[in-house]
């Protein structure tokens, strides 16, 4: 070891030199050099850079009116709507009055308890029917908690056949909530429920949303000749101590901003990237309420038991007669659910049977493919590249995992697209010339009856007020109606948000709990429109594999095999409910 060090000694020692020298003559052109300035050993500093940036950062402005209301005033009509859609996301909280003091006061998933209704013996369950399960939230006490907020998920579910279902929670705000499922297979049911937060830790979630956007920060590199400075950006940033670059979408009136570097101009930058994450945004008493294994994703017991055997349907007419029939909004509610570990869809569309490349490069065939968002879609564009042999990723020497990408069958004339979309993004490096919103590359799509676009846009929004959401979709919607008034048959396609592993951590940037509301928004702000969406929040849900950001490749091969069914109809097998 120490022979190599001293063989390498010359080398180290030149590195060093070289770097110095670097540095100095950065210094000597940037005058006050500080955290919004650094060298031209950018890339090799990086790791440095992250550890300081936060330090010197400026305050943010705790007020959700600075973040959110910045950009085009919205119409009176986009104002009515915001407030709809803020209203129909309330999320109820602790009563100000008695809010707990101490942690034993919050939701405790041990303490609590779900029991299968009616608990009378000798209920049969068939299929069709409507299973509910009565879950009571206690504290660490054991004391029945009074209040509602918190944040369950429910699943029904049956290892032995492969299958799985999302269940609807409706709370009570009592300390009571209901758990409602459809019995969709005969054999057996096992309810699942799952407390991710206490209503004590949304509440700090949801003060985080609107006082901390900043709380994920972004950074961008300006360079000119051998200068070169990196410096903070946001979607909102305080404009003192220093000048702002405003960066604001001329076409949507996107905001974006970064901090002016000392010397360079604004027109100098040169990319954009994930600054990092903010430390020490909640108190010691705060952070008790996000302990894994304690008070995140802890499943919550039966009282009883916790399961039922489902009997086949009961007889139509029968049934009818009796009059037992309920209005279905549990099942119209629930968008599919998995039997032998296959997804079935419960809207219109059958699933196809997309087993063999063959029948993907088929159902592709003419078709050009854009896929624009998120990580979870780029992940949609990495199955079907390693699903279709003939589909050939074109090198656009794109960096890895940023894109854009393209991949091309040149003999079933297939195109596949993907591009990440506009700001806030945290990839790693974007260069600007790559930072597009999609409303504005959507304006650029004649569109026809064989483009598809796919969308993806969540994640990254979940440190912002949800109005900054809102502004998003809307400007994307617009464009959407534009392309479908111009092309008729253009697809369009939206994947909705997924559940993803939670940790103490994880929960104070991307707690599924932000997921949950930004997807009720989405849902919402398409409903109506003559657009497509695969249920991904359901399908992860309903599935038996833990939660992950980046869903596991049996996940996505079902999400394509829907994707795949609304692009190509026609190749439908109507196996399922014949
Ligand atoms: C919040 O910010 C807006 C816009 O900058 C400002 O008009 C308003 O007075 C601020 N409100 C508070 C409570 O600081
Ligand atoms: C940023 O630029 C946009 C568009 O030119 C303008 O409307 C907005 O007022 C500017 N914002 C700031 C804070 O300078
Ligand atoms: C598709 O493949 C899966 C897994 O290999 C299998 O379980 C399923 O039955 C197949 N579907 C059809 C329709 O062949
Ligand atoms: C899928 O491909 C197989 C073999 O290539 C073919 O026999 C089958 O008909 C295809 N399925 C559909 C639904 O087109």
Known sequence: MCRILSKYTPVFLFLALSGLIFLLRNIHNVENWNCHTYSTLYQLQSRIQSSFIPVNLPTFHHNRTFCAHLGQKPSAEDELEEHYLLDSIVWPGPPPHSAPTSLRQTSDPVHSLFTILPTNEGREWHVGEELEALVQMHDFHGRPKRYGGDFLLARLHSPELGAGVAGKVVDHRNGFYSALFPLLWAGPAQVEITMVHSSEAV??????????????????????????ETTVCNMCLPPDPQPLCNYTDLY???????????????????????????????????????????????PIHASGADGVI???????????????????????????????????????????????????????????????????????????????????????????????FMAVDITQNILLKYRCHGPPIRFTTVMSSQLRY???ELDRLPGSPNTVVVLSIWSHFSTFPVEVY??????????VVRLKERAPGTLVVIRSANLQALDQE????????????????????????????VDAWQMSLAHHLPHALHPPPVIVKNMIDVLLSYICPEMQTNQMFS
């Open 470 to 479: 809102i502004r998003r979709l809307r400007h994307i919607r617009r464009a």
């Open 506 to 533: 994880v929960s104070l940037y991307n707690s599924d709990w932000f997921s949950l509301q930004l997807d009720t928004v989405l849902r919402a702000m398409f409903k109506g429109l003559d657009v497509l969406l």
């Open 252 to 298: 949507t009136g996107e905001p974006w901003f970064c901090y002016k570097p000392k010397v360079l101009s604004c027109d100098t930058r040169v990319n954009h990237a994930k600054g990092g994450y903010k430390k020490h945004l909640i108190t010691n008493k705060e952070a008790m309420l996000f302990q894994s294994d304690v008070n995140v994703k802890v």
């Open 310 to 404: 489902v009997l086949p349907q009961k007889d139509k007419d029968a049934e009818e007669s009796s009059g037992s029939i309920k209005p279905d909004l549990i099942l119209a509610a629930t968008s599919g659910y998995y039997y032998e570990n296959s997804w079935r869809p419960l809207d219109a569309v059958t699933m196809a049977d997309f087993n063999k490349s063959s029948n993907i490069s088929q159902c592709l065939k003419d078709k050009v493919i854009h896929m624009y968002g998120d990580s979870t879609v780029r992940q949609w564009f990495e199955y079907l590249i390693s699903a279709v042999p003939g589909l050939k990723e074109f090198n656009l020497h794109s960096p890895k995992n940023v894109g854009p």
């Open 438 to 440: 999609i409303s504005n």
């Open 203 to 228: 509440a700090v979630l949801q003060r985080l949303r609107e006082e901390r956007p900043d709380r994920v920060f972004f950074k961008s590199l300006y360079r000119l000749g051998f200068l070169s």
